[in-house]
């Protein structure tokens, strides 16, 4: 018998396997002794019948995975794997009629006309951060890229060293200009840039300064960086864009510790930047998607680039990023979950903790510790909060809270569910979890 022959059949597979979709079980399972019989012509022996079936048992299942709900109990409040912000089911109600029916999302009803998608959320912008101009795009990155490749292709974008980051998600900036069609000027050292570095630097040829917050990092130590104000006025001086991409805008308030160093998207234009760019998903609390404010004569050039076709929002990203906007103008902040947390006092975790060790057939420990925003914002400034702490192996503890749709952290060695980001509603669901894990571990 040749090792082909030690092949199993396709048609005994999809018999032994208990799958009800036959048809995917058989694409799968032929793709999987494809693969097989590759291995063999390239001087493998064959897998047993048993690895065989192991392996298309996987396939599968990981072909039916969906998307599933999970209570962050990380502490982290902008993670970018569980979903970065969350939103209030207030707004996604509200949101719901213009999403799930026709709308006037481009269409003018008092003139019958063809409307703008953008013209509402561009007002509310105005009236929240006093923009000249504001445009929408699918994420901040797209933003990036429409800045790039529509004010200064075919010409040189000035960069400070210190700035030249990646943020993770393959998002580099080196590359990104590259594929923006700008030619990259770097300037300065990794830790220091000064302004004459920047002055030094600029040519005939030279369009635009870019500056990168320094999101998911921090330089200590021996270290300069220039001040958006000082860039916005060389730049003014000599003709020349300067453009902030800000990564995770904030337009409210932070924890009084947090802002220092960290200036609003409203102090932010004061400083007469001529654009600047946000996630809106990050601090700023909302759906995914970038977010353009600036000078007017630049954003309507912006609008002209066939590109925005392609990074357009749909009306669910708009209406959501509207009564985002809403919220914020009302001062209703218990409508942007994660500003919601950020602010959230120790009494108020301390409330949730007991509450929990209410439910609880063993209580648990509480632990005073910190976290962090997360998400690519804020990088070094801890945020004080509250966990329970669990007793056995943190890493058997961690995985079985995670099958349980719960996840939590290790720290110093314990298993951490940290409240900071747990809503009230699930608080619930997290007393039922802890008590059927204690009951397992005893
Ligand atoms: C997060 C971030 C981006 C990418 O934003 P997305 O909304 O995730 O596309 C770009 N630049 C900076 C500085 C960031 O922090």
């Keep these: 018998m040749n090792e082909y022959q030690k092949l199993p059949q396709i048609g005994k597979i999809t018999q032994i396997l208990p799958y009800p979709n036959k048809k995917l079980l058989s694409q799968i399972a032929s793709k999987v002794i494809q693969n097989e019989r590759e291995n063999i012509a390239n001087g493998a022996t064959a897998s047993s019948e048993d690895e065989i079936i192991k392996k298309i048992t996987q396939e599968y299942e990981k072909s039916q995975k969906k998307p599933k709900k999970l209570i962050n109990a990380t502490g982290v409040i902008l993670h970018t794997n569980l979903g970065r912000a969350p939103l209030s089911e207030k707004i996604y109600e509200l949101a719901k009629e213009n999403i799930c029916g026709y709308s006037d999302l481009e269409f003018d009803t008092q003139t019958g006309r063809r409307g703008d998608r953008y013209a509402y959320v561009k007002s509310l912008f105005q009236s929240l951060s006093g923009c000249d101009d504001a445009l929408v795009v699918n994420n901040n990155a797209a933003a990036v890229f429409l800045v790039l490749n529509t004010l200064a292709k075919n010409f040189k974008s000035i960069v400070s060293r210190g700035e030249l980051v990646e943020i993770g998600g393959s998002f580099r900036v080196p590359e990104v200009m590259k594929e923006a069609g700008t030619e990259l000027v770097e300037v300065g050292t990794t830790n220091r840039t000064n302004l004459q570095d920047y002055k030094d630097a600029i040519t005939e040829d030279t369009r635009l300064i870019l500056k990168v917050h320094r999101s998911n990092f921090d330089i200590v130590g021996f270290s300069q960086s220039v001040d958006i104000k000082s860039i916005a006025n060389l730049a003014k001086e000599h003709g020349i864009i300067s453009y902030y991409d800000l990564g995770s805008g904030y337009a409210s308030r932070l924890p009084e510790h947090l802002e220092k160093d960290e200036p609003s998207v409203q102090e932010l234009l004061l400083s007469g930047v001529n654009l600047l760019s946000f996630s809106g998903d990050k601090l700023f609390g909302s759906v995914q998607c970038g977010i353009i404010l600036g000078d007017k004569a630049l954003i309507d050039k912006l609008r002209k680039n066939q590109l925005l076709r392609m990074l357009r929002v749909d009306k669910i990203t708009l209406n959501l990023l509207a009564l985002s906007l809403e919220a914020y103008l009302e001062k209703d902040y218990k409508a942007l979950p994660a500003l919601e947390f950020l602010h959230r006092k120790d009494k108020e975790l301390i409330a949730m903790a007991n509450k929990i060790n209410e439910g609880l057939l063993q209580k648990l420990k509480l632990r005073r510790t910190s976290t962090y925003a997360g998400g690519g914002s804020l990088p070094n400034k801890a945020i004080k909060t509250i966990a329970l702490a669990l007793q056995g192996d943190a890493e058997r503890l961690q995985d079985k ?39 397992e571990e005893k």
């Excluded at 939590?408 to 900071?420: C, Q, S, T, V």
Aim: avoid cysteine; proline fraction near 0%.
């Design 401 to 439: 809270f995670r099958t349980l749709g719960v996840i939590g952290r290790i720290e110093n060695g314990e298993f951490l569910l940290d409240l900071k980001a747990v809503s009230h509603k699930e608080i619930d669901e997290l007393i039922m979890a802890i008590n059927l894990i204690q009951k």
